[in-house]
């Protein structure tokens, strides 16, 4: 969080207090009807958008919540898409007993579940949240301003990042439950009911929106850290891609080789090493295409990064080492997970295991199933010298939502799978993150296949929010064909029905909303 436009951030969540002028009033919510005067306060006002997938209101880290009737610590972004991806696949498990969190690992879920509702209702905020911006930056809108020919293109572009936050909160509301409500920033909100759109009408609109604002982002790396570039939009095309056999029954393999190739001839490079793309400097990292900033001063909350540092952190484990005060002794792996790893050489085989047991007899005991230490609070260069937030409650991580790695291994699983992507080329990125983990290329490998791609996912990504999408492109979320402990709520795993595969719609939208209708399942 080391620029103006993250320094900005932190502005929509803290409102007056983070300026000097104290007597201001704050740039959004509060004065709508004055917010967009200035062309200064459109750029706040982006933030804000921003802000909405880092941040879960405007006081930080509680006390102004976005979405109310919720403990608004657990009701940031990261924190539920998180839980959503992780808690219900072999990477995690969590010892609490909050509403809702059993049923994660249980794979029992319905359309009361607390963690579905945080979902669904944060992306629902985020959209309308981009559709003011959106229509308020229209050129129409624009044409009634007396700003300058410079500031008005600014606005243009800032118009085409929040098409690009939409459309990342759609892509989520698509993956996660399917059919939901739509609204553009042609509906007025509250005017009438939104519509239902298919999982399948939705793709063709996100794509749709992504396509058309591609040529019109900024180049890469060439504004702000942080803010959305060409690069941001053709990794969500990739990922979307990947997945269009999931989301719609059509492949879209070889569209997902050209985006990938996009991204990867756009000047990143792989991190040198693996574990800084987990610490207080991964800003820093030439492997980072877009990330969710946070810092532990300005960028306060439960969720996000402090999140999954603080409650993956207990038992013997050291806080100190973590960069914060405390663990929450809450997350850990399963023994499936852990047997993805050959050896423990490999650089992201990152588990504690210091009175921890391998199996899990009881979710409930911290020290049942190993521990993950992949997000630490700490620099580079010293594990003892932890982030900005002298208290060590909060942590300055960054989230990579995207970056090269996953990038490299959508190319050269698109490419196994039939894309237009060369086979040496897919191998040669799978061995480059080999070299990477194992400091050498002695652990090469000399032909690659899908399983192969899907155990380089898990040990390259894992605890990154693809999980549970992954195991459902490989037909493996719901099924008996791959068990882990505790799926289905039994030790041994036992296979659930495939109308998992979607999270229900909450039962409070369908009772407010006629034109919705719940997945079936539920």
């Not at 990042?161 to 939901?180: C, I, S």
């Not at 190993?370 to 002298?390: L, Q």
């Not at 979607?502 to 369908?510: G, K, M, R, V």
Request: proline residues 3%; contains cysteine; aromatic residues 14%.
């Amino acid at each position: 969080m080391t620029t103006y436009f993250a320094a900005v951030v932190a502005l929509t969540m803290v409102a007056t207090s983070c300026t000097k002028d104290l007597d201001r009033e704050p740039y959004y919510g509060l004065n709508a009807a004055n917010v967009y005067e200035t062309p200064a306060n459109y750029y706040k006002v982006l933030a804000k958008c921003y802000a909405g997938f880092a941040l879960t209101g405007n006081q930080g880290p509680a006390g102004s919540p976005d979405i109310t009737g919720f403990d608004e610590g657990s009701s940031g972004f990261l924190r539920t898409m998180w839980n959503l991806q992780e808690l219900t696949t072999d990477e995690a498990v969590c010892g609490w007993t909050d509403p809702g969190v059993p049923d994660l690992h249980n794979m029992s879920w319905s359309s009361e579940n607390v963690w579905t509702k945080f979902m669904y209702y944060r992306m629902y905020y985020e959209i309308p949240l981009c559709n003011e911006f959106i229509r308020e930056s229209s050129d129409s809108k624009l044409e009634t301003k007396s700003f300058s020919a410079e500031e008005k293109k600014n606005i243009r572009l800032y118009r085409e990042e929040a098409r690009f936050l939409r459309a990342l909160a759609y892509y989520y509301a698509l993956d996660l439950f399917g059919n939901v409500p739509f609204v553009t920033e042609d509906d007025l909100t509250g005017a009438t009911l939104p519509k239902r759109i298919t999982r399948a009408d939705l793709f063709n609109y996100v794509e749709k929106e992504l396509l058309a604002i591609e040529a019109t982002l900024s180049e890469p790396r060439t504004i702000a850290y942080g803010r959305a570039d060409k690069s941001a939009a053709r990794s969500l095309l990739a990922r979307l891609y990947l997945n269009a056999e999931v989301y719609t029954g059509t492949k879209k393999y070889t569209e997902t080789v050209n985006y990938c190739n996009k991204v990867i001839n756009s000047g990143y490079q792989l991190d040198s090493v693996y574990r800084h793309l987990f610490q207080v400097e991964n800003d820093k990292s030439p492997e980072m295409i877009f990330p969710i900033v946070f810092d532990g001063r300005y960028t306060q909350t439960y969720g996000g990064t402090t999140y999954l540092t603080h409650a993956a952190v207990g038992g013997l484990m050291n806080k100190k080492k973590f960069g914060i005060n405390g663990g929450w002794a809450g997350l850990r792996t399963t023994s499936a997970f852990v047997n993805q790893f050959a050896d423990t050489i490999d650089g992201r085989y990152l588990f504690f295991k210091d009175g921890q047991s391998l199996e899990i007899n009881a979710i409930g005991t911290f020290t049942d199933g190993y521990a993950i230490a992949k997000w630490r609070n700490v620099t580079y260069d010293k594990d003892s010298t932890s982030g900005s937030d002298g208290t060590g409650n909060f942590v300055d991580i960054d989230w990579p939502m995207f970056r090269l790695a996953d990038i490299y291994l959508m190319y050269a699983e698109a490419t196994l799978r039939g894309g237009a992507g060369n086979a040496a080329t897919a191998l040669g990125y799978v061995n480059a993150l080999r070299e990477r983990a194992y400091g050498n290329s002695n652990n090469n490998l000399s032909n690659i296949d899908l399983n192969i791609i899907l155990n380089e996912r898990a040990k390259e990504m894992h605890w990154e929010g693809t999980r549970r999408s992954d195991l459902i492109r490989f037909g493996l979320f719901t099924t008996s064909t791959y068990l882990w402990p505790w799926k289905g709520g039994v030790k041994d795993g036992i296979a659930v029905g495939d109308f998992r595969n979607l999270f229900p719609i909450p039962a409070s939208d369908l009772s407010a909303n006629s034109n919705l209708i719940q997945n079936p399942g539920y």
